[in-house]
Each structure stands twice: as C-alpha cells, then as structure tokens.
C-alpha cells in the first residue's frame, strides 16, 4: 500500500515538473514586441505619434478639457496596430486601468482587443477569434490563425477603457515589422455613440467598420456624454490635414434649460466656421441623431427631444449652404435606417445598428472623396 501510495506521489510531482517545464519553455519561445515604443499607433492625431500612453488626447489640453472629457480621452477607441507576420499564433496581453464592462456594453466590447488581416492581393478583411482571460493582465491568444507574410494584420485596441500597456508576442523563431501607413485621416468627433458604445468588440464600432472600407486612417474623437462641439477640440481636429470631417455630436445637445435652439445654432455655426478658416475646401459632414424618429420606439418624449435638436441641425445646414459655404454635406436620422432591432436602448446602437451608421458614412464618403 505504501508502495502505491510513494509511487503516486511520484507520478504526481513529476506530471507537475512536466506541466511547469511546458510553461516556462512556452513562455521562454515567445518574443513580445511593444507597440507604443516602436510608434506604432494608428488612428489618433498626429500630435501624438510620439506619445509615451494610449491616450487620444494631448497632455498639452488637459487643463483646457473638462474633467470628464479628459478622462474619456485616456480610453484607446479607434485606436489600431498594423504589423505583418509569418507566425500562425499570436498573443496579446495588455493591462487595463478601469472597469471591465458596463451594464449594457460586454467586457469584450469594452476592454478586448479584436484582430483582423487583409491579404496584400485582396481588399477583404479576414477576422480571427481570439481565446481571451480577462484577469489582472488580459491574454488573447489567436491560435491556427495560418502562416502567411503576404497578409497586414490590425488589432483594435479597447473601446471603452484605459490601456495602461500592452505586448504582441509571436514565436521566437518567427519575425514581426510593424506597419504605418501615411494618409489624410478621417476624423470624427462625437459622442457614445461613436466612441464605440454598445459594440460588442472593438472591430465593430462604426468608425473601426468605417476605417476598413477606406485607405484612410479614421481617427476616433468621440467622448461619451461629452461630444459638445468645444473649441479646445475644435482646435485640435483643426490642426489636422484631413480628408473629411464628420461632426455627430447632435446627441449630446439637446434642447435644454441650459442650451436653447439659437444656442445650438451658434455651436454649429462656429465649429463649420473654426474648420473652414483652415480648411477652406475639406468635406465638412454634420448629422442628426442617429435615433431620431425611429419607427416602433413608444418612448414619446425621447424621440421629441431627439427630434428637436436634429431639427435645429437640419435647419442651420440649410442655411449655412443658403450662406455659401462649400463642401457641407448633411446626414438625416432616416438615412441611418435604425430600426428597434438596432439598439441596445434608448440611442446607443447594437452591432446591426453599428454596421447601419458605417453603411451611411461610408456611402457619403465615396462619393465625396471619390
């Protein structure tokens, strides 16, 4: 008895040195490259090519920002990593500074990273699922992904969240080259909405859907609650040499005690005039609330005030090109075609509602841009 009980011991401690052997040879035949020091961040201002966080904001406009935007600013939305690669696994591990989720948006749309890759002799974009954990440091492994060196891969970064620093590791046998691409961006400012909520991974959010159909890169400064049309903002996309500007900030000024119609007039009028001082002949594209009078929603009173200031918008664009000015196009609320299967509740647009807002953009786009 003895006997069987010494030898299992034995066979025990020497599964365990096995296992530990495994993981310690697993972890020594992985090299982890870091993005943020090779400068390998897409999809933010170029003022912050050499900014030591993921932030999508400036040290420099801290003080000039509200709190919250400041804080909403720090989450990496829109935020992307191109590399090639012969390696058929790659694995991201990263750490995060905040909650994993929200009540009405999943962990993974929050906090996950999300890979796709796109062949050099094809402009579709394959997508790879990614085993996740998401603990104190959050692991995606992509597994049997194929080993192929004609393929550009762009990992997403965290919609919601704050990434405090992040690897990509692959094969110590194996190479990775970090890729940038220099282009006119896109940028977008708004709200939740375009910031990424209710995604439910980050290569879903509308302008991440958007950047894939368009050579540019597209830059995300959208800020929950907080997409208000402010000048230190303004200041900042004006500084940019973009391809075309999209301010869909509408569901953040709604007609309120505090904010009158003639009030919603004048911020758009100096956002459309602060952009064309610089930019006299850049695409300028104002929208509506993307929920404004969607058929079947029985919240009355939500949909009047979406109503009100997507009203204010369409009239003062009317009369801004009555005025003369160029290069302004305007998206309506029905374009969008939301519908009560696009939501998550009130506003903030499920997956299908995301791929409906990119369609729209994207539609407007080509013909703008051509």
Known sequence: MNSIISLSKESFLCSLFCLLSLS?????????????????????????????????????????????VWFLGTNSAGQYVEFTTEADSIQVRYKVKHALNMPHMPTIGVSGVDLYARKESSFAWEWAFGQYQFKDTVTYNFNNIGSDNKRTFRLYLPLYNTVDWLEIGISSNKQLQFVRKDSKPIIVYGTSIAQGACASRPGLAWTNILGRDFENEVINLA??????????????????????????????????RERSEAQLDSLIRHAVSMLRTKHPNTPIILAEHSSAGTPGFQNIHTMYEYGRSSHVAASTFRQLKESGVKNLYFVPAKAFSLDVNSTVDYAHPNDIGMIKIADTYRDVLQKILK
Do not use: H, M, W
Request: with cysteine.
């Open 223 to 256: 800020f929950s609650g907080n997409g208000r049309l402010e000048k230190p903002l303004l200041d900042l996309i004006v500084a940019e040499d973009a391809s075309a500007f999209i301010l869909d900030c509408i569901p953040n000024l709604a007609i309120t």
């Open 24 to 68: 310690l040879s697993f972890a020594q035949g992985k090299k982890y490259y870091n993005p943020l020091a090779e400068q390998a961040i897409q999809g933010r201002l170029k003022i912050l090519d050499q900014a030591t966080d993921y932030g999508r904001l400036p040290q420099a406009v801290k003080s000039a920002v509200r709190e919250p």
